[in-house]
């Protein structure tokens, strides 16, 4: 029986491959031909370990700022599918998606696809029915052989080059480096907003003739008090504000969005007002995301090093008071824990760590051991799950208190959906 709704489209796409992930392009490529997608409008594509989301956030809002109609694929979701294709800034229906959907499944025929691959044709799929102007495709994985991979970027971002993934992208800088790179073009726009780049990501540019622009080479910023320069091998700005996305990476992360917008101008007029004004308005779920009252909480997404040394950076600069800060902790047993809990060890006061659901969650007790083995000191107590880790942080909190979740998509996913609750109570 076909599937009625987005729901159980999900669930049959899930069951669809036999692997979760499953690199490579041949089969969406073949798909793509059969539905006959050729996308006449500009495309930036955005990858890297980490800082992919906050990109794709800060371009949609300064587009969005200029008028246009922007298309914007992201992944992976918090609490609805839904988040993943947004049409001019709003997350689009479940209709859709399951029009979308039907479409990908008749022209596929014997073609095995997997749940990411079907959702980013289905992503392009809509953007071609919807009049944009522009559209924005973040890296699922990698890059060279991620299914967004199919679609040649007008301009393309890689904003930072480190260790995830390594099973699927090699255990160096230098192996992952050259899977980033290959969402290069050659003779187009490639920009990298990584102070280190990896020799392979250069080599690569290099080899395929990309128009290589490097923060501090070619682009960069110079920080003021409560403002910023930009400069870049097209245009300065001046004056500009801080982005309202938390954290000093994401300076250089603003840089590369203007560098990728400016390398588009005769398409893609914008002015002045309109970077400022998306660097003002771009908001993204789950990124060191301050929530309102007190005591101060944040969720962060962060389940890598390197992430997590960003994380650490960034509560270093929130304001000092005396109260405790508190993290609540669940991730996946595939990625580094060590090193995330060396990153983030002198980060805290006490750990609440939680069992993660799914057969890759870790658990809480593994969690606990990777803190001991980190040379952590201070209490971490163990919980059935995230959701009870948070509500005992919340209980026993106090107004100068701080409460931190991070770890994975699933686990700021756990406490927005308690958040939810208390909010409809």
Same mark, same amino acid.
């Given at each position: ?275 400022? %004004?998306?660097? +003002? $308005?771009?908001?993204?779920?789950? *990124?060191?995301?301050?929530?309102? #009252? !007190? ?111 991070? %770890?994975?998509? +699933? $686990?700021?996913?756990?406490?927005? *959906?308690?958040?939810?609750?208390? #909010? !409809?109570?």
């Amino acid at each position: 029986m076909k599937p009625a709704t987005l729901e159980q489209w999900l669930v049959y796409l899930e069951q669809l491959h036999p692997q979760a992930i499953a690199l490579g392009l041949d089969r969406v490529e073949q798909v793509r031909g059969a539905l006959g997608i050729d996308p006449a409008f500009p495309l930036i594509t955005v990858g890297g370990t980490n800082g992919k989301g906050s990109c794709c956030a800060m371009l949609e809002a300064m587009l969005a700022h200029a008028g246009y109609r922007v298309g914007c694929y992201t992944s992976p979701h918090l609490l609805r599918y839904n988040e993943r294709v947004r049409v001019g800034g709003h997350a689009v229906d479940d209709a859709a998606l399951c029009a979308a959907f039907e479409k990908i499944e008749i022209a596929r025929g014997r073609v095995s696809l997997t749940y990411f691959e079907f959702g980013t044709l289905a992503a392009m799929l809509i953007f071609a029915d919807s009049g944009i102007d522009a559209a924005i495709l973040e890296v699922g994985l990698g890059g060279r052989l991620d299914a967004v991979n199919i679609f040649d970027a007008d301009s393309a971002i890689v904003a930072s080059v480190d260790l995830d993934h390594q099973s699927y992208l090699g255990d160096t800088r230098e192996a992952i480096g050259f899977e980033k790179a290959g969402i290069y073009r050659g003779g187009r726009p490639a920009i990298c907003a990584d102070a280190d780049p990896p020799q392979s990501l250069l080599a690569h540019a290099k080899t395929i003739d990309a128009d290589l622009m490097l923060i501090d080479r070619d682009f960069g910023l110079v920080a003021e008090r409560g403002q910023w320069r930009y400069w870049g091998p097209r245009n300065k700005r001046n004056g500009l504000p801080w982005p309202a996305l938390r954290g000093a990476c994401q300076l250089a992360n603003a840089a590369a969005c203007i560098t990728a917008l400016d390398t588009l101008r005769d398409r893609l007029p914008l002015t002045a007002a309109d970077l400022r %004004g998306g660097l +003002l $308005t771009a908001e993204i779920a789950g *990124r060191f995301q301050v929530l309102p #009252g !007190r005591p101060l909480q944040v969720l962060d997404v962060a389940h890598n090093p390197h992430a997590a040394r960003v994380l650490a950076a960034n509560l270093a600069e929130l304001p000092k008071t005396a109260g405790e800060i508190i993290a609540v902790c669940g991730m996946l047993k595939d990625k580094d824990i060590a090193g995330v809990m060396a990153a983030l060890k002198n980060s805290f006061t006490r750990w609440h760590v939680a069992n993660s659901e799914g057969p890759r969650g870790a658990t809480a007790n593994e969690l606990a051991a990777a803190l001991a083995q980190a040379g952590v000191a201070v209490p971490a107590v163990q919980f059935t799950d995230v959701a009870e880790a948070w509500r005992e942080a919340c209980k026993n909190a106090q107004d100068d208190d701080k409460i931190i979740v991070f %770890g994975s998509f +699933l $686990t700021v996913a756990a406490v927005m *959906r308690e958040i939810n609750v208390r #909010g !409809r109570t």
